[in-house]
């Protein structure tokens, strides 16, 4: 079965540090684009960051710009999210999630070009 399990997520204070792993079932996701969104409680799912197939080019939503930082890794982990000066209102669960597009140099910020999703990894973070 195709999967994709986040790891990195975690309870920490304001100001912070944290690393989000994206684990993948089979190497084929390295080849793909993927991405980083969040859920935060009674709010809908938002784009953080992407990136294209080889890491080329990424692209972030404007509340994590100059924070965050998506990077494409190998084929059991094929991308993480490094996240620093964390704030209370980035307490969210997040996602990473894949697009079935070999070698496809694009990023995508809307969460219907991505067909593959992880379960999620809680970040929670306190003043």
């Known amino acids: 079965q195709v999967q994709l399990v986040e790891s990195g997520g975690g309870l920490v204070q304001a100001g912070e540090s944290l690393r989000l792993s994206c684990e993948a079932s089979?190497?084929?996701?390295?080849?793909?684009?993927m991405g980083w969104f969040r859920q935060a409680p009674g709010k809908g799912r938002e784009f953080v960051a992407g990136?294209?197939?080889?890491?080329?080019?990424?692209d972030y939503a404007d509340s994590v710009k100059d924070r965050f930082t998506i990077s494409k890794g190998n084929a059991k982990i094929p991308v993480y999210l490094q996240m620093n000066s964390l704030k209370p209102e980035d307490t969210a669960i997040y996602f990473c999630?894949?697009?079935?597009?070999?070698?496809?140099?694009?990023?995508?910020?809307?969460?219907?070009?991505?067909?593959?999703w992880g379960q999620g990894t809680q970040v929670t973070v306190f003043s």
């Open positions: 089979i190497g084929t996701f390295i080849t793909y684009p």
């Open positions: 999630a894949a697009r079935r597009a070999i070698f496809d140099g694009g990023v995508y910020s809307h969460d219907y070009d991505y067909e593959y």
């Open positions: 990136i294209s197939w080889n890491g080329g080019t990424t």
